[in-house]
């Protein structure tokens, strides 16, 4: 819909965003001297029935003669809202003619209210292209919020336009302190808060970020990997039930494949491929949707259940994580391994003792591992003391027959030390 070339209203589909149902969300755009806000209808149709040019249903049934109308019905109040805001003094912005044609005023809406339907409509992509966890995440600083402004103002919300640079800082204090939440969890739940914030203000109810220059810090963590012998501990280890022992071999076959959980959890027989007379796994990440290749050597391959090779059902059937974690911390008391081991240990050891100590480099155990950039490899990759140590005695007669140490210092090198140089060339 057009108005001197100065505003326009526009319904589209969200063809990669696919709700459960199959059918896709349509959304309006409205455009404004050039500046552009969208928001969800609330409608959906089937990729079938959307015709892309006249931006409505095809054909004459009761479903498309029903949703076209809707469609109509919002059309006309945006345009509406559109015409009242054109009688202000205020410029016209399309996030204000959004916020009028809502019947919402940007001073009414409450933050806690605000994260909640922004929580809502991620928990419908839950499954398509949002993950479960990151949605419980969402849940637990929605939660947080709310406990924070009903303890310090005696609120049970506080308006969106109230969130100023002063009230992140308290929020980050009271995660802190009252909380008792650690520094990298802090951080993780500020950058929630952050994207719920630049939200708000994609929608115009504030103005100003006022998360801009406000820097979020987290703190360096070295993570958790076994040593070769810790490795071979846990492969020559007799749990004591069956469930352990499916933990127990799913937690092997990651350490020498670098599967996440998710990953090993839903894997199948269709994912193991055959080629040139070896067995791969091949599949994609859950979290990233890049691709996985990855060589099974014997051992991993052992490990796998091949009574299902004619069925979907996933090999090794696996509990929730946290169960999985708790076996593992179990396993590793028995065995004398003093590490705070979870799941997650598997990919480290994967990284470091499978590949990187061995001789693999960097960007093929990257590839193998499925991440996007090589960077997120190098977080991973851990030199062994081992391997500086056997890379510096293969070294050290090249550079020690290059350097000599001269006479005078020859009474402060050590005794057994001094025959060898003496024979030095």
Same mark, same amino acid.
């Given at each position: 819909?057009?108005?001197?070339?100065?505003?326009?209203?526009?319904?589209?589909?969200?063809?990669?965003?696919?709700?459960?149902?199959?059918?896709?969300?349509?959304?309006?755009?409205?455009?404004?001297?050039?500046?552009?806000?969208?928001?969800?209808?609330?409608?959906?149709?089937?990729?079938?029935?959307?015709?892309? /040019?006249?931006?409505?249903?095809?054909?004459?049934?009761?479903?498309?003669?029903?949703?076209?109308?809707?469609?109509?019905?919002?059309?006309?109040?945006?345009? =509406?809202?559109?015409?009242?805001?054109?009688?202000?003094?205020?410029?016209? %912005?399309?996030?204000?003619? /959004?916020?009028?044609?809502?019947?919402?005023?940007?001073?009414?809406?409450?933050?806690?209210?605000?994260?909640?339907?922004?929580?809502?409509?991620?928990?419908?992509?839950?499954?398509?292209?949002?993950?479960?966890?990151?949605?419980?995440? *969402?849940?637990?600083?929605?939660?947080?919020?709310?406990?924070?402004?009903?303890?310090? *103002?005696?609120?049970?919300?506080?308006?969106?336009?109230?969130?100023?640079?002063?009230?992140?800082?308290?929020?980050?204090?009271?995660?802190?302190?009252?909380?008792?939440?650690?520094? +990298?969890?802090?951080?993780?739940?500020?950058?929630?808060?952050?994207?719920?914030?630049?939200?708000?203000?994609?929608?115009?109810?504030?103005?100003?970020?006022?998360?801009?220059?406000?820097?979020?810090?987290?703190?360096?963590?070295?993570?958790?990997?076994?040593?070769?012998?810790?490795?071979?501990?846990?492969?020559?280890?007799?749990?004591? %039930?069956?469930?352990?022992?499916?933990?127990?071999?799913?937690?092997?076959?990651?350490?020498? %494949?670098?599967?996440?959980?998710?990953?090993?959890?839903?894997?199948?027989?269709?994912?193991?491929?055959?080629?040139?007379? /070896?067995?791969?796994?091949?599949?994609?990440?859950?979290?990233?949707?890049?691709?996985? =290749?990855?060589?099974?050597?014997?051992?991993?391959?052992?490990?796998?259940?091949?009574?299902?090779?004619?069925?979907?059902?996933?090999?090794? =059937?696996?509990?929730?994580?946290?169960?999985? +974690?708790?076996?593992?911390?179990?396993?590793? $008391?028995?065995?004398?391994?003093?590490?705070?081991?979870?799941?997650?240990?598997?990919?480290?050891?994967?990284?470091?003792?499978?590949?990187?100590?061995?001789?693999?480099?960097?960007?093929?155990?990257?590839?193998?591992?499925?991440?996007?950039?090589?960077?997120?490899?190098?977080?991973?990759?851990?030199?062994?003391?081992?391997?500086?140590?056997?890379?510096?005695?293969?070294?050290?007669?090249?550079?020690?027959? +290059?350097?000599?140490?001269? $006479?005078?210092?020859?009474?402060?090198?050590?005794?057994?030390?001094?025959?060898?140089?003496?024979?030095?060339?």
């Amino acid at each position: 819909y057009l108005m001197g070339d100065s505003f326009k209203i526009l319904f589209y589909t969200k063809r990669k965003e696919k709700l459960k149902s199959g059918q896709m969300p349509i959304m309006c755009k409205i455009s404004v001297n050039g500046r552009f806000c969208t928001f969800s209808t609330s409608l959906s149709v089937e990729e079938r029935m959307w015709d892309s /040019r006249r931006k409505r249903l095809k054909g004459r049934s009761e479903q498309a003669r029903r949703t076209n109308e809707l469609l109509d019905r919002i059309q006309y109040a945006v345009y =509406d809202a559109y015409m009242r805001l054109k009688h202000l003094p205020d410029e016209v %912005t399309p996030q204000a003619v /959004r916020m009028l044609y809502s019947g919402q005023r940007s001073s009414s809406i409450g933050i806690v209210e605000f994260f909640g339907r922004h929580n809502e409509e991620f928990a419908q992509m839950v499954g398509l292209n949002r993950s479960k966890s990151t949605l419980y995440k *969402y849940r637990q600083v929605c939660k947080h919020l709310h406990a924070h402004i009903t303890a310090h *103002y005696g609120l049970s919300d506080m308006p969106v336009t109230r969130v100023d640079r002063k009230f992140i800082c308290e929020f980050h204090r009271w995660l802190t302190e009252t909380a008792k939440c650690s520094v +990298n969890t802090v951080w993780i739940y500020m950058i929630a808060f952050k994207h719920v914030v630049t939200q708000a203000v994609a929608c115009g109810i504030i103005s100003r970020n006022p998360f801009t220059a406000y820097k979020l810090h987290c703190r360096h963590t070295d993570k958790s990997f076994l040593m070769r012998d810790e490795l071979r501990r846990f492969i020559e280890f007799k749990p004591s %039930t069956q469930a352990q022992c499916r933990v127990i071999d799913a937690f092997i076959f990651s350490c020498f %494949t670098g599967l996440s959980f998710s990953d090993v959890k839903r894997l199948t027989m269709a994912d193991i491929v055959r080629r040139n007379d /070896r067995y791969y796994v091949s599949t994609y990440r859950k979290k990233t949707g890049t691709s996985i =290749d990855v060589p099974l050597l014997q051992l991993p391959y052992s490990l796998i259940n091949r009574d299902y090779a004619d069925s979907s059902r996933p090999l090794f =059937d696996l509990p929730s994580n946290n169960w999985c +974690n708790t076996v593992l911390r179990m396993a590793a $008391d028995r065995m004398g391994i003093n590490k705070r081991i979870s799941f997650h240990t598997a990919r480290h050891t994967f990284a470091t003792t499978v590949t990187l100590a061995n001789g693999i480099p960097i960007e093929v155990v990257s590839r193998m591992l499925g991440h996007v950039s090589i960077k997120t490899t190098q977080t991973y990759a851990r030199v062994l003391q081992t391997s500086i140590s056997n890379e510096m005695s293969r070294a050290s007669k090249n550079i020690e027959s +290059n350097y000599h140490i001269p $006479d005078r210092l020859m009474s402060r090198t050590a005794p057994h030390m001094i025959s060898k140089l003496r024979r030095a060339p």
